[in-house]
């Protein structure tokens, strides 16, 4: 009987060998930035309670209404594949009281989300974020650090193509004098039944809608920045001030909408012009009332969250990406049963000193394991067998030009495998 092969689940990314490797450095390069400004680990379920989302990310959203994957388990508990990950490390820091020790609490995270969308280049059903949160202060330098830390990440990366857009959702006070002009203004609009309840819920989202003619019906629409509340302002003001010092540029957009309904205040968006229609490579802002919603104190927060595939899509598209240059150190041939001990034994201890060895398995003849390590884009080639063992001695070949040197087995950890 011949079995049927098995495809992956549509829309999900994955990397597998020799492209795994731009995937790792991408991901850690983007991590590094916020591990320097003291950012710790946070690592959370995959998978929550419904509510958490559909509370915390607001019903009005696409990603509550459309995308989320959820399903009874077995005890027949509502549960949703984590869409993003903020919602996840708030319920974290109140469940586990991170919020009652030193303020800010500051975290990173790195894993998949998953999002029921139509896939398309770029946009996936289980996709990779990095993202930070710093929780508990409302201090505009953290803003700034906060977007300084996603932009160091891109930059690390060696990005060029993108910039930073930039915007103030101000707090309930402006929100409010703004929503009152707003819904006056869409008022006057004459809207289907799918849209009026979009904006009733939140009438910011018609900013978002991509169809021309909402979009020119759109253009006379109340802008939030003209309704910031003097705190707001200021604060915003200080965000920007700090970001020219740190010599992060930036856009504004007034326009700007994000997919999730819990921001507040600083809002921002990295878009890469290389991409097409999934341009943003990550966004973040603050999210003042988000810990209080879901039975937390009242504290406000702020974070970010980058995509780590269209990251790798915007490396590959400015050309940032080399062929995989995966190559171990050294390709150990053992020949014959009695060398594979040693061969063992060996490869574990030059592993311990950072030596990357790999081991050539199985029974292949010497011809065979050679052509093996040569694929394998090994530097260096040893063959382990009883002569070698016999006397302690083997013969260390360089593999870019056949050279070739003598070593004893005992002074190979003092071998320069580097050079
Ligand atoms: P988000 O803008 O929904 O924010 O997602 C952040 C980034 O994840 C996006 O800019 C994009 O690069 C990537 N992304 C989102 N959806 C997909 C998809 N279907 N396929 C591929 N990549 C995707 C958040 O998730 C917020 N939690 C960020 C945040 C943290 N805000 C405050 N703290």
């Known amino acids: 009987m011949k079995f049927e092969k098995i495809a992956a689940?549509?829309?999900?990314?994955?990397?597998?060998?020799?492209?795994?490797?731009?995937?790792?450095?991408?991901?850690?390069?983007?991590?590094?930035?916020?591990?320097?400004?003291?950012?710790?680990?946070?690592?959370?379920p995959v998978f929550e309670d419904t509510t958490l989302f559909s509370r915390g990310v607001g019903e009005s959203t696409d990603v509550v209404s459309k995308e989320m994957y959820t399903f009874e388990d077995r005890g027949g508990r509502s549960i949703t594949l984590r869409p993003e990950g903020t919602a996840g490390v708030m319920r974290s820091?109140?469940?586990?009281?991170?919020?009652?020790?030193?303020?800010?609490?500051?975290?990173?995270?790195?894993?998949?989300f998953f999002r029921a969308e139509r896939p398309q280049a770029g946009r996936y059903r289980q996709f990779y974020q990095v993202g930070v949160e710093a929780i508990g202060l409302d201090d505009p330098a953290i803003?700034?650090?906060?977007?300084?830390?996603?932009?160091?990440?891109?930059?690390?990366?060696?990005?060029?193509?993108?910039?930073?857009e930039i915007t103030s959702l101000g707090d309930a006070k402006s929100r409010a004098a703004h929503r009152v002009d707003l819904l006056k203004f869409i008022s006057t609009l004459r809207l289907d039944e799918a849209t009026a309840a979009r904006a009733a819920i939140n009438p910011l989202r018609l900013f978002d809608d991509k169809r021309d003619e909402?979009?020119?019906?759109?253009?006379?629409?109340?802008?939030?920045?003209?309704?910031?509340?003097?705190?707001?302002?200021?604060?915003?003001?200080?965000?920007?001030?700090?970001?020219a010092a740190l010599k992060v540029d930036y856009v504004l957009n007034p326009r700007m909408v994000r997919g999730l309904d819990?921001?507040?205040?600083?809002?921002?968006?990295?878009?890469?012009?290389?991409?097409?229609?999934?341009?943003?490579?990550?966004?973040?802002?603050?999210?003042?009332?988000?810990?209080?919603?879901?039975?937390?104190?009242?504290?406000?927060?702020?974070?970010?969250?980058?995509?780590?595939?269209?990251?790798?899509l915007a490396a590959k598209a400015e050309g940032l990406i080399a062929?995989?240059?995966?190559?171990?150190?050294?390709?150990?041939?053992?020949?014959?049963?009695?060398?594979?001990?040693?061969?063992?034994?060996?490869?574990?201890?030059?592993?311990e000193l950072g030596i990357v060895t790999e081991i050539a398995f199985g029974d292949r003849a010497l011809k065979g394991?050679?052509?093996?390590?040569?694929?394998?884009?090994?530097?260096?080639?040893?063959?382990?067998?009883?002569a070698e063992?016999?006397?302690?001695?083997?013969?260390?070949?360089?593999?870019?030009?056949?050279?070739?040197s003598s070593v004893k087995i005992s002074d190979l950890s003092s071998f320069a495998f580097d050079k």
């Open 323 to 351: 062929k995989s240059a995966f190559s171990s150190d050294l390709f150990l041939i053992p020949l014959g049963d009695k060398a594979k001990g040693p061969a063992l034994s060996i490869s574990a201890q030059l592993r």
């Open 93 to 112: 820091v109140i469940e586990n009281s991170l919020d009652r020790g030193q303020l800010p609490v500051k975290v990173w995270y790195s894993g998949a």
């Open 389 to 404: 063992l016999a006397s302690g001695q083997v013969e260390i070949k360089r593999m870019s030009d056949g050279a070739t």
């Open 9 to 44: 689940p549509k829309g999900v990314s994955e990397y597998a060998p020799p492209d795994s490797a731009a995937f790792e450095w991408v991901r850690q390069s983007l991590i590094d930035p916020a591990k320097l400004a003291g950012y710790q680990l946070i690592e959370l």
């Open 262 to 312: 819990y921001y507040t205040g600083t809002t921002f968006e990295f878009v890469h012009s290389d991409l097409g229609a999934q341009s943003g490579i990550g966004g973040g802002g603050r999210y003042d009332g988000l810990m209080e919603t879901l039975g937390g104190q009242n504290l406000s927060g702020i974070g970010f969250g980058l995509g780590v595939d269209r990251a790798l």
């Open 143 to 164: 803003d700034a650090e906060v977007i300084a830390i996603a932009d160091r990440g891109f930059k690390k990366i060696g990005l060029k193509n993108y910039r930073l």
């Open 369 to 386: 394991a050679m052509k093996a390590a040569d694929k394998s884009g090994s530097r260096y080639v040893i063959v382990l067998g009883e």
């Open 214 to 243: 909402m979009k020119q019906a759109m253009e006379k629409a109340p802008l939030l920045m003209d309704y910031l509340s003097p705190e707001s302002e200021s604060h915003f003001k200080q965000v920007l001030a700090y970001l």
